[in-house]
């Protein structure tokens, strides 16, 4: 199973030196349990550490598990439009965690999604995994998996061969001939930047890269350097325009958000907020601030198209919610994820605790975006096509608004029906939804 596939949405900010954080330690147990330590730091460092009630009368005991104890500190978060505004504080393994930031995953490399009820697709698929390495394509239809029909009518038994570690997979590729590919559980590292590529729409060089998460090797540093490559490469070809893919980014580090910005963003933002992170007033002294940053191959632009949907969250609004007051940010698809929260991993005997720490705030003061953000332009996920091709229907959308100058939603954009959203929710595996900032010093 992926690593990926373990997680509800979250937003993290990374422990550097926590132990100066006191545990509360009103009515713990004598013996150290998981449970007490986990509400202890909720009640020290939770955004909404007021609405707590005191450990005797909430009895972490009583829980079953830690988890659960997280699940019911996300009850005393405001109750907004029907839902808890904390969907997210949990605890977890550290070993689990730590493959995580790492990129690292065990799976077959390959996620999918229907379009109709007797057409199911390849959505995504990374390249250093077992699909990836035999060729699948994201588009291809996929006929069979281990001789069930790949249809709607199938779900319940097409979820049961897609978490077993062999899978013979009949594909159909776009020219109607077809593949048989053995595919297994491999571990591989996720690639994070995807399918550069280069327009040219009325004379202008247009930019445009799937970017699937803010995480990476080496608290990130990989995938900033992956970011400059891509960047260099359109500093020299002199784009002048960027669509950039983060439909299915959850986030991921802090800094990667922050530096993606600075190669974003006019030279007029250098210096200013990108975004400051508000903590509850007992660590009020620790808020800090990031301003954006001049780097030598920004492409300084004045605005950006963002491919977004639900799959959207985190680090990645983070980055829309710090660009939209310094340019002009046109968003394509659907509403994202909303989750303008963090936290700070505290490492607690074997695993990490996440209780939500910090709010996110963009240089206006704008944080509240638990609904997420609507977009421009509705847009379904054109599963038919590959990511980067101008005829996929988002691509095509965004290339059209540079074209054009025009962006108009429709009420009549394809949508897919609730059944067949419904067994894609079941069928597709959860993503992360993270932002990772480093805690400040003497915390």
Not at 257 to 278: E, M, R
Not at 338 to 364: C, D, E, L
Not at 389 to 395: G, I, S, T
């Given at each position: 199973?992926?690593?990926?596939?373990?997680?509800l949405a979250i937003v993290f900010i990374s422990f550097v030196g926590l132990a100066s954080?006191?545990?509360?330690?009103?009515?713990?147990?004598?013996?150290?349990?998981?449970?007490?330590?986990?509400?202890?730091?909720?009640?020290?460092?939770?955004?909404w550490s007021d609405n707590l009630p005191t450990a005797s009368i909430f009895k972490p005991?009583?829980?079953?598990?830690?988890?659960?104890?997280?699940?019911?500190?996300?009850?005393?978060?405001?109750?907004?439009?029907?839902?808890?505004?904390?969907?997210?504080?949990?605890?977890?393994?550290?070993?689990?965690?730590?493959?995580?930031?790492?990129?690292?995953?065990?799976?077959?490399?390959?996620?999918?999604?229907?379009?109709?009820?007797?057409?199911?697709?390849?959505?995504?698929?990374?390249?250093?995994?077992?699909?990836?390495?035999?060729?699948?394509?994201?588009?291809?239809?996929?006929?069979?998996?281990?001789?069930?029909?790949?249809?709607?009518?199938?779900?319940?038994?097409?979820?049961?061969?897609?978490?077993?570690?062999?899978?013979?997979?009949?594909?159909?590729?776009?020219?109607?001939?077809?593949?048989?590919?053995?595919?297994?559980?491999?571990?591989?590292?996720?690639?994070?930047?995807?399918?550069?590529?280069?327009?040219?729409?009325?004379?202008?060089?247009?930019?445009?890269?799937?970017?699937?998460?803010?995480?990476?090797?080496?608290?990130?540093?990989?995938?900033?350097?992956?970011?400059?490559?891509?960047?260099?490469?359109?500093?020299?070809?002199?784009?002048?325009?960027?669509?950039?893919?983060?439909?299915?980014?959850?986030?991921?580090?802090?800094?990667?958000?922050?530096?993606?910005?600075?190669?974003?963003?006019?030279?007029?933002?250098?210096?200013?907020?990108?975004?400051?992170?508000?903590?509850?007033?007992?660590?009020?002294?620790?808020?800090?601030?990031?301003?954006?940053?001049?780097?030598?191959?920004?492409?300084?632009?004045?605005?950006?198209?963002?491919?977004?949907?639900?799959?959207?969250?985190?680090?990645?609004?983070?980055?829309?919610?710090?660009?939209?007051?310094?340019?002009?940010?046109?968003?394509?698809?659907?509403?994202?994820?909303?989750?303008?929260?963090?936290?700070?991993?505290?490492?607690?005997?074997?695993?990490?605790?996440?209780?939500?720490?910090?709010?996110?705030?963009?240089?206006?003061?704008?944080?509240?975006?638990?609904?997420?953000?609507?977009?421009?332009?509705?847009?379904?996920?054109?599963?038919?096509?590959?990511?980067?091709?101008?005829?996929?229907?988002?691509?095509?959308?965004?290339?059209?608004?540079?074209?054009?100058?025009?962006l108009q939603s429709s009420p009549n954009a394809q949508r897919i029906n609730t059944s067949?959203?419904?067994?894609?929710?079941?069928?597709?595996?959860?993503?992360?939804?993270?932002?990772?900032?480093?805690?400040?010093?003497?915390?």
């Amino acid at each position: 199973m992926s690593y990926k596939t373990k997680f509800l949405a979250i937003v993290f900010i990374s422990f550097v030196g926590l132990a100066s954080c006191k545990k509360n330690t009103d009515a713990v147990s004598a013996t150290p349990d998981l449970r007490d330590s986990v509400y202890a730091y909720s009640q020290d460092i939770y955004l909404w550490s007021d609405n707590l009630p005191t450990a005797s009368i909430f009895k972490p005991l009583s829980y079953p598990t830690a988890d659960s104890v997280m699940k019911k500190v996300r009850t005393y978060s405001p109750f907004v439009n029907g839902k808890y505004q904390d969907r997210w504080s949990f605890v977890i393994e550290k070993s689990v965690w730590d493959n995580v930031v790492s990129g690292n995953s065990i799976d077959t490399g390959a996620e999918y999604g229907f379009v109709a009820d007797t057409d199911l697709r390849v959505k995504l698929v990374y390249s250093q995994s077992s699909a990836g390495t035999q060729g699948v394509k994201r588009g291809w239809k996929v006929l069979k998996f281990n001789g069930v029909d790949a249809t709607y009518a199938n779900i319940s038994q097409l979820n049961t061969e897609l978490k077993k570690a062999s899978q013979t997979v009949i594909f159909q590729k776009p020219d109607g001939s077809q593949q048989t590919t053995n595919l297994t559980s491999v571990a591989y590292k996720s690639d994070y930047v995807m399918n550069s590529k280069v327009f040219t729409i009325n004379g202008n060089n247009v930019g445009y890269f799937a970017f699937d998460s803010f995480l990476g090797s080496n608290n990130g540093k990989a995938t900033t350097d992956e970011l400059d490559k891509v960047f260099n490469d359109f500093k020299d070809k002199n784009v002048t325009e960027l669509v950039l893919d983060l439909r299915y980014n959850g986030g991921g580090y802090g800094s990667v958000s922050s530096y993606l910005g600075s190669l974003i963003a006019p030279a007029s933002a250098v210096g200013k907020v990108f975004v400051s992170s508000v903590h509850n007033k007992r660590y009020s002294q620790y808020n800090r601030t990031d301003n954006f940053k001049s780097l030598a191959n920004s492409l300084k632009l004045s605005r950006v198209s963002i491919i977004v949907n639900k799959g959207t969250a985190s680090a990645s609004e983070e980055l829309i919610n710090g660009l939209k007051p310094i340019m002009t940010v046109k968003l394509i698809g659907n509403t994202t994820h909303g989750k303008p929260v963090g936290y700070y991993a505290i490492p607690t005997m074997n695993r990490y605790v996440f209780p939500v720490a910090v709010k996110n705030v963009n240089s206006v003061g704008f944080s509240d975006f638990f609904e997420g953000f609507a977009v421009d332009k509705v847009q379904s996920d054109d599963i038919t096509h590959d990511l980067g091709d101008p005829q996929e229907a988002c691509l095509k959308s965004a290339l059209d608004y540079i074209k054009t100058g025009v962006l108009q939603s429709s009420p009549n954009a394809q949508r897919i029906n609730t059944s067949l959203q419904n067994a894609n929710d079941k069928i597709t595996k959860e993503r992360m939804k993270v932002t990772v900032f480093d805690l400040p010093r003497g915390m």
